[in-house]
């Protein structure tokens, strides 16, 4: 668990929107749960003023949706939702490798095959969640060396919503190898500067992912009603 982000600074209601947004993608408030605002503006020693600026915040993200008389809650992404971001990250996603096989540096290639050692190492382990946050992490940093701003704000924006399903698809058996091995294709995509192939391999990548989740769903009970406490939507376990 990262260490908490700090409430004070310029803007309380900034930080207090970062630690949400945190507690949100670590799954400390997992799809579909209400937030409490009375027991969070008590932790945190702060008043529910900000803490209600900053779930406004939120809700203008699309991470949480305010409810009338009820109060707030964190989104869920249904199967559709999933079907729907998933081909459109492979498109942005695979636009970010193209650019960053014919940007980034030596320098930032050399910084990308550690990342990717990072992620060798939790494959080797078998550390789901280790590996989650790796691939997070190299995942952002080659879209940030795609340079493109344009580009750098769309993928930005979908991405935290592939956070809400928290590398789900990782829970498929066999997964974690076949994703790994389809890391192995991209960084040397990469590192030859094939922009062309980067960005195939990039975008069929995330293709996998759905496919995955896709693989799962059919596994498990196709249990849709709000609040049941076994599986819910795509992405959500309760």
């Not at 630690?19 to 949100?24: A, E, F, N, S």
């Not at 900000?50 to 707030?72: D, F, N, S, T």
């Not at 996603?93 to 930032?108: F, I, P, T, V, Y």
């Not at 750098?152 to 829970?171: A, E, I, N, S, Y």
Request: hydrophobic letters at 45%; charged letters at 30%.
């Amino acid at each position: 668990m990262p260490d908490p982000i700090p409430l004070r600074g310029a803007s309380l209601h900034d930080g207090v929107a970062a630690r949400l947004r945190q507690m949100v993608f670590e799954r400390q408030l997992a799809p579909g749960e209400w937030v409490d605002e009375k027991v969070l503006a008590l932790a945190w020693g702060i008043s529910r003023t900000p803490l209600r600026e900053a779930l406004k915040v939120l809700a203008a993200e699309g991470l949480v949706e305010l409810v009338p008389q009820r109060g707030c809650r964190v989104v869920e992404l249904s199967d559709d939702d999933a079907q729907g971001l998933f081909p459109v990250m492979a498109l942005l996603e695979g636009r970010c490798a193209h650019e960053a096989a014919l940007k980034a540096s030596d320098a930032d290639l050399a910084e990308l095959q550690r990342l990717h050692e990072v992620l060798e190492r939790h494959a080797a382990a078998g550390d789901t969640d280790g590996y989650y946050r790796a691939n997070h992490g190299f995942h952002s940093r080659v879209q940030q060396l795609a340079d493109n701003r344009w580009l750098d704000r769309v993928t930005g924006d979908l991405r935290k919503f592939v956070r809400l399903l928290r590398g789900r698809q990782l829970g498929l058996a066999g997964r974690m190898a076949r994703s790994i091995d389809e890391h192995r294709e991209l960084i040397d995509a990469l590192v030859r500067r094939d922009a062309a192939r980067a960005e195939r391999v990039m975008h069929d990548h995330l293709m996998a992912q759905l496919q995955a989740l896709n693989a799962l769903r059919r596994r498990e009970p196709a249990v849709r009603q709000r609040g049941a406490p076994t599986t819910g939507r795509a992405g959500h376990v309760r």
